[in-house]
Structure formats: C-alpha cells, structure tokens
C-alpha cells in the first residue's frame, strides 16, 4: 500500500460535539483509497464528509457522504474514481449520539453513455447500488448488464446540455438484451421518443464518469463530450 497525503481541515467543525478527526490514507490496488483514524472514546458513531474537488477549489464540508456506527471500526475504503487534474477530501467527526450531526448529502453521480450512432448523454444515478454497478460498467468488471434503459423520460435539464431530454434517476434500469420493441437511437429520442415509452437503446455504452455537475467548469463536461455528434 502507498501513503496518500491527506487534507487535514483545520476548521473546528462539531460535529455531534465532538472535533474532527485526523486521518490517514493509503492507496489499495485498483484505485480505492483505505482512510483510518485514531478512535474517539466518547464516539458512539462515526460521520463521514468527502467530496471530490478540483484542484483549484476550496474544500467545505456541510453533510455526511456516510455513516459508520461501528464505534470501533476507523476505518473504511472509499473508490476515488479521480479524474485528470481533480482531488479529494475526507474529514471523520464522532458523534456523541446525542448532539445532531451533519445532514446526510444527496448523492449522486453522472456518467457519459453513447450509441453506435456516436452521440452521448449525460447519465444522473442517484441509487448507490446503480452508481457502484455504473462504475463496475466503466472499469470493464461488469460485462453483462452494461445497457441503459428508462421506463420514463423528463425534459431538458442543465446537466444533459444540447438535449430536450433526460433520464429521471429513478427510473434508470441495467440490462444485458430486450426482446421489447423500445429500440431507438438518442437522436430518434430527442426528436420524438421511443417507440412504446419505455426506452431501452440496445446499443447504449456507459464510457465514462464525469465530475459532479457543480463542479464543471464550462457548459459541458470534461473529460468526455457528452451531447449531440457534430
């Protein structure tokens, strides 16, 4: 394992009354990050608040990315998932189980899916389970249910520019094949919908996971283009 530097915030946060803890990180095979931390005695639970950042930007912390109510487990393993020219944070703060913590964060991610046409949309999950399956989609480690489908779509929104459509994350499904009549390119989409509502593009590839849209520094994403081929 290799050292990681981390980023010790010296704000004094109370987080359920107790101070932040520092940390330590080490670098496991395959990118995950393993932080650990000294145990705080009064701790009955553990917040955990991490974000990644690019390199420019100022890191802050106002809600927990997750919870560890283990008072005895300091430590967790946490997939960057890094993307060229970005960071990371973590801070650990006990809670005394009686003072409030930090609010849980929303979570969510956003990944680049293509056609066999070549366009590209912007993909928002907010499922933890179908972010991780996203991923293993990317890294090559899931290689069947590697398609995306919609059992509804929603209008234009900010994160999926140069489209009128969107992809409501809770309507997102993985699938291997469809024997389903809901085939159509993201073009035939955007121009008028699927054939029968539901959408299953059965050419549809997640390539690649973009930085949260907050932190995007231009109307489009970087490093992928996702939006309409050219």
């Known amino acids: 394992m290799h050292p990681i530097p981390a980023l010790v915030l010296t704000v004094a946060i109370q987080a359920g009354g107790l101070p932040p803890l520092e940390l330590t990180g080490d670098k496991l095979p395959g990118g995950t990050a393993r932080w650990s931390w000294l ?9 955990i608040i991490g974000d990644t950042l690019p390199a420019d930007d100022v890191a ?3 809600c927990r990315t997750q919870e560890d109510d283990n008072p005895t487990d300091t430590m967790f393993d ?3 998932n890094l993307l060229p020219g970005a960071g990371t944070y973590v801070l650990v703060a006990g809670s005394d189980g009686q003072t409030p913590g930090f609010p849980v964060c929303e979570v969510a991610a956003y990944f680049c899916v ?3 046409a070549g366009d590209s949309f912007v993909l928002k999950l907010t499922d933890e389970a179908q972010i991780d399956h996203a991923r293993d989609v990317v890294r090559g480690i899931e290689q069947q249910l590697i398609h995306v489908g919609a059992l509804t779509l929603g209008g234009p929104v900010p994160w999926n520019p140069g489209w009128q459509f ?3 994350p809770d309507s997102v499904y993985f699938f291997e ?5 809901c085939d159509a390119s993201i073009r035939a989409v955007d121009q008028g919908g699927p054939p029968a509502g539901n959408w299953c593009p059965w050419t549809s590839e997640i390539f690649g996971e973009l930085l949260p849209f907050e932190q995007w520094s231009g109307p489009s994403p970087e490093p992928f283009y996702c939006g309409p081929l050219v």
């Open 166 to 168: 969107h992809i409501p």
């Open 114 to 116: 293509s056609d066999a």
């Open 60 to 62: 802050t912390a106002g």
């Open 78 to 80: 946490d997939p960057l």
């Open 39 to 47: 145990p705080e005695p009064q701790a009955v639970s553990y917040d």
């Open 177 to 181: 094949n469809s024997i389903e009549v």
